[in-house]
Nanobody, 126 residues
Framework: QVQLVESGGGLVQAGGSLSLSCVAS????????MGWFRQPPGKEREFVAA????????YYADSVRGRFTISRDNAKNTGYLQMNSLKPEDTALYYC???????????????????WGQGTQVTVSS
């Protein structure tokens, strides 16, 4: 199993930036694909970004493409989500998730992931 802990959330003005981190422990992070999801107030959890275990292949929701960047440092057992040009509609609880690599399941689906962090709150003021 792997345990995930997110950090880096906070309050920021529209147009600002935040960098989220996801630290993994328990198993070798490099053997997991990872994803970031978010749950806006009163809404369902939605896909934000994902990266294969190597970090070479990445995927983004249309709503964040060009503004957010997912990356990972397997040597540090850490994944990242750099968020630029933030908008009020980006306000949500952001979750990091992991699934064993080579699962073949689509990384944009929350059901693919077995392991989840507790979430970190991002609030963007207008």
């Amino acid at each position: 199993q792997v345990q995930l802990v997110e950090s880096g959330g906070g309050l920021v003005q529209a147009g600002g930036s935040l960098s989220l981190s996801c630290v993994a422990s328990g198993r070798t992070f490099g053997t997991y694909d990872m994803g970031w999801f978010r749950q806006p107030p009163g809404k369902e959890r939605e896909f934000v970004a994902a990266a294969h275990w190597s970090g070479i292949s990445t995927y983004y929701a249309d709503s964040v493409r060009g503004r957010f960047t997912i990356s990972r440092d397997n040597a540090k057992n850490t994944g990242y989500l750099q968020m630029n040009s933030l908008k009020p509609e980006d306000t949500a609880l952001y979750y990091c998730a992991a699934t064993a690599r080579y699962s073949g399941s689509p990384l944009m689906r929350a059901q693919t992931y077995q392991y989840w962090g507790q979430g970190t709150q991002v609030t963007v003021s207008s």
